[in-house]
């Protein structure tokens, strides 16, 4: 299968793919609730995000309270884990506005067993919140396709791009062993078995991320930024990629904006099952593929979406 490519709804993009396409990995990274349409930069001088005078073009619709959303996310969600492989990963990104309503109605949908945890990114740019304590983080939900297929999920821990370095507190307290190569390292006896580990190996990476800087996808001066409104860094989405899928493996993002999880994907030796309803993030993603020189298959006659 090479990679597919489609402008439209999530669900339809779902119903029009062959049947034998299935997703070993998911990222959806919806509108999060934000109250106004969102505007992309396409020319010098016009400004990206909530609509304002100086905005460029519409990219997407972000007025629907949490309720409405999670609404229209809920049947999308549920053909998604149609299309998701045994042993598949979703990640859902949100933030504080609508990931708690997410969270009850993916638990409806896949099973409360099957919530794999979650991932606390850290962007690092302008806190927002006229009172109280400033919102600087987003949360991505992960679940698995079933409860009963928590233990076939793939996560592979030993990527070094998944590796953080122990504490110093950790370092000077436990790894008090060198072994023939001159390398540190601790033992810990668990169930009876001994487990030695390297401090040169580091630690398996923690749930909160706040090493991905999201400037780098937004910023004019990056060539990473297409202009697109809320572009993840393709920091973040190798690291998902790279974390929860084999290469050759199908991963999936059927809200993908500009394109940040099809070019993670590509770069990474999967494939891609790409799709978005918004006329510019199509637009955007397939410059933005033609870019990176990645060929693929578009998927043709699916209907015009219509508003949600
Ligand atoms: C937050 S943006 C995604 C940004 C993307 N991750 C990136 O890095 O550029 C959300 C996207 O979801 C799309 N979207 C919203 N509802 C959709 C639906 N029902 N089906 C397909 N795409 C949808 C919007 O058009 C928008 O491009």
């Given at each position: 299968m090479?990679?597919?490519?489609a402008?439209?709804?999530?669900?339809?993009?779902c119903?029009?793919?062959?049947?034998?396409?299935?997703?070993?990995?998911?990222?959806?990274?919806?509108?999060?609730?934000?109250?106004?349409?969102?505007t992309a930069?396409?020319?010098?001088?016009?400004?990206?995000?909530?609509?304002?005078?100086?905005?460029g073009?519409?990219?997407?619709?972000?007025?629907?309270?949490?309720?409405?959303l999670?609404?229209?996310?809920?049947?999308r969600l549920?053909?998604i884990?149609?299309r998701?492989?045994?042993?598949?990963?979703l990640y859902?990104h949100l933030?504080?506005?609508?990931?708690?309503?997410?969270?009850?109605?993916?638990?409806?949908?896949?099973?409360?067993?099957?919530?794999?945890g979650?991932?606390?990114?850290?962007?690092?740019?302008?806190?927002?919140?006229a009172?109280?304590?400033?919102?600087?983080?987003?949360?991505?939900?992960?679940?698995?396709?079933?409860a009963?297929?928590r233990g076939?999920?793939?996560?592979?821990?030993?990527d070094?791009?998944l590796?953080?370095?122990?504490?110093?507190?950790?370092?000077?307290?436990?790894?008090?062993?060198?072994?023939?190569?001159?390398?540190?390292?601790?033992e810990?006896?668990?169930?009876?078995?001994?487990?030695r580990?390297?401090a040169?190996e580091?630690?398996?990476?923690?749930?909160?991320?706040?090493?991905?800087?999201?400037m780098?996808?937004n910023?004019?001066?990056?060539?990473?930024?297409?202009?697109?409104p809320?572009?993840k860094?393709?920091?973040?989405?190798?690291?998902?990629?790279r974390?929860?899928?084999?290469?050759?493996?199908?991963v999936?993002?059927?809200m993908?904006g500009?394109?940040t999880?099809l070019?993670?994907?590509?770069?990474?030796?999967?494939?891609?099952?790409?799709?978005?309803?918004?006329?510019?993030a199509?637009?955007?993603?397939r410059?933005r593929?033609?870019?990176?020189?990645?060929a693929?298959?578009?998927?043709?006659?699916i209907?015009?979406?219509?508003p949600?």
């Amino acid at each position: 299968m090479s990679h597919l490519f489609a402008l439209g709804d999530a669900a339809d993009v779902c119903a029009a793919l062959p049947s034998e396409v299935r997703f070993d990995l998911v990222y959806l990274d919806p509108p999060f609730g934000v109250g106004t349409t969102m505007t992309a930069r396409a020319a010098r001088g016009q400004a990206r995000g909530r609509r304002r005078p100086e905005s460029g073009p519409d990219a997407y619709d972000d007025r629907a309270s949490a309720d409405a959303l999670v609404a229209m996310l809920a049947p999308r969600l549920e053909a998604i884990r149609d299309r998701m492989a045994e042993g598949a990963t979703l990640y859902l990104h949100l933030d504080h506005r609508a990931v708690h309503d997410a969270k009850v109605a993916c638990d409806r949908l896949f099973g409360r067993g099957a919530f794999l945890g979650e991932i606390i990114w850290a962007p690092g740019n302008g806190g927002r919140g006229a009172r109280g304590f400033s919102v600087t983080h987003q949360t991505i939900l992960l679940y698995a396709r079933a409860a009963s297929e928590r233990g076939q999920v793939v996560y592979n821990a030993a990527d070094p791009t998944l590796r953080e370095p122990f504490a110093e507190t950790s370092l000077a307290m436990h790894f008090k062993h060198r072994d023939d190569d001159g390398r540190l390292y601790r033992e810990r006896v668990l169930g009876g078995k001994a487990y030695r580990y390297y401090a040169d190996e580091g630690r398996r990476l923690g749930s909160v991320w706040t090493d991905i800087p999201g400037m780098v996808a937004n910023t004019p001066l990056r060539r990473e930024a297409t202009g697109y409104p809320t572009q993840k860094p393709v920091r973040l989405l190798e690291r998902i990629v790279r974390a929860s899928s084999a290469p050759g493996a199908t991963v999936a993002d059927l809200m993908c904006g500009s394109g940040t999880t099809l070019v993670a994907a590509a770069r990474l030796g999967r494939r891609f099952v790409g799709g978005d309803r918004s006329p510019l993030a199509f637009a955007t993603a397939r410059a933005r593929l033609d870019r990176e020189g990645v060929a693929y298959s578009l998927i043709e006659d699916i209907p015009a979406a219509q508003p949600s």
